[in-house]
């Protein structure tokens, strides 16, 4: 499968989708085709980011801001660690052991983005100002009922969620229980669910 160089780049920064390293000069109106185009082939997954998340998170979605995540994590991870002409078979196996060193908290969200999308879920996030130079962000927003379940997925480091923490007091009436994603098993702490990664179709 060939793919240009500027696609290459586009899946190695994961989801810091860039329309403009792909198309150049192209109006809103045509980016929006092109997202739409490529949400309904089942290419791309894209999460909306919600400006005030509520009740009826499509009513708040700003669809200027989104993630985007590849519907194929399997060829996700062969282009992000696509260093050379094709990939070698020791990648996949440090990865599969979790053996890898390497930063994969992108390759575990884009896993949870895919299953969610799987399992009939639209994809939204939420993202607000912290007191130091990073932003709070919420990976994943899912309507229950008439509440908000919040997921934050973790590859590593799962102890400290202080995006997490963050949202459920800013919204603490609007949530019903907040989910932690990782890869251990199950525990229940200070009201948040940890659920491993491979619940996420059930939740």
């Not at 809103?28 to 009740?55: C, F, G, W």
Request: glycine share 4%; net charge negative.
């Amino acid at each position: 499968m060939f793919l240009s160089e500027k696609y290459t780049e586009l899946y190695k920064n994961a989801n810091r989708f860039q329309m403009s390293a792909v198309v150049d000069n192209t109006t809103t109106e045509k980016r929006q085709e092109l997202l739409d185009e490529m949400r309904e082939s089942m290419i791309a997954n894209i999460a909306y980011h919600s400006s005030d998340p509520h009740v009826g998170l499509r009513l708040t979605a700003d669809f200027k801001r989104y993630k985007m995540y590849l519907s194929d994590t399997g060829l996700f991870v062969t282009l992000a660690f696509w260093d050379k002409d094709f990939t070698e078979n020791i990648i996949y196996q440090k990865l599969l052991s979790d053996k890898l060193d390497a930063n994969l908290g992108y390759v575990y969200e884009n896993v949870v983005a895919q299953m969610l999308r799987s399992s009939g879920n639209e994809l939204y996030y939420y993202t607000f100002p912290s007191e130091s130079r990073n932003n709070y962000e919420v990976d994943f927003l899912l309507l229950r009922g008439n509440k908000l379940m919040p997921i934050e997925v973790k590859s590593s480091g799962y102890k400290s969620h202080k995006s997490l923490d963050a949202f459920c007091e800013k919204f603490s009436s609007r949530i019903s229980n907040p989910v932690l994603l990782y890869t251990k098993d199950y525990r229940w702490e200070e009201g948040v669910d940890f659920l491993p990664i491979y619940y996420t179709p059930f939740l």
